[in-house]
């Protein structure tokens, strides 16, 4: 079986959304692109967005990862300046968003009203109040490679609706299939049924 990775940085995974370096080419499966806080040049800026409009083709699937983030050093008014101009982008060309976060959350659910596409919390690892108060406010969430061992996060996963949810490796070195096998023992469903979940998620995230 095949599993959809939501959200990675690994170019032999060809079955998820791979996530373009700034000022990459984008290659010919499926790729989110954006400018994370930590890629945000100010001098550059303006080259920067022609770059997202320009290498925008077919197989874009969102926007992103974009956010807020507070260990980077880039001023927060700049990054939330960055963040909304994305958030425009994504209403323009009608394409989800995939948000990077720290630290930031109560910052992007105030976005989330800007937005008219889906927003996606990629890598969620943080405490069950963040995880409700964003499920309340309509965002999806994101699950990687912690679920594997953090029983508090697995307890999130738990209670977090089947429609309502993907699963990535980002970064991390790890076979997606062992966080899906993890997550059908969570949700006491068969490994078939939630990849069908997920891949029907992905459909209702990509209709908007
Ligand atoms: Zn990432």
């Known amino acids: 079986m ?27 499966f ?8 930590n890629d945000i040049d100010i ?3 303006d080259h920067q967005m022609v770059w997202m409009k320009d ?24 990054q939330e300046e960055v963040f909304l101009q994305q958030i425009r982008i994504s209403n323009e060309v009608k394409k989800p968003v995939i948000v990077h976060c720290v630290r ?6 105030s976005f989330k009203k800007k937005a008219e596409q889906p927003m996606i919390i990629h890598g969620f690892n943080k405490k ?4 409700e108060d964003l499920l309340a406010n309509n965002f999806h969430l994101s699950f990687g490679k912690a679920v594997l061992y953090n029983l508090s996060l697995q307890d999130i996963l ?23 096998l993890k997550v059908s023992e969570i949700k006491g469903i068969s490994l078939d049924d939630l990849n069908e979940q997920i891949l029907e998620n992905l459909h209702t995230i990509k209709n908007g």
């Open 2 to 28: 095949e599993f959809f990775d939501f959200h990675h940085h690994k170019k032999n995974i060809r079955n998820g959304i791979y996530n373009l370096d700034i000022e990459q080419i984008p290659p010919d």
């Open 30 to 37: 499926p790729y989110s692109i954006g400018i994370h806080p």
């Open 43 to 45: 001098a550059d800026i």
């Open 55 to 78: 290498m925008m083709f077919q197989n874009c699937f969102a926007i992103g990862e974009c956010g807020l983030d507070s260990l980077v050093p880039t001023d927060q008014k700049i």
């Open 104 to 109: 930031k959350f109560y910052e992007v659910i």
């Open 128 to 131: 069950r109040q963040i995880a």
């Open 158 to 180: 738990k209670t977090t609706p089947l429609d309502k949810f993907f699963l990535e490796t980002d970064n991390e070195d790890f076979e997606i299939e062992e966080l899906y």
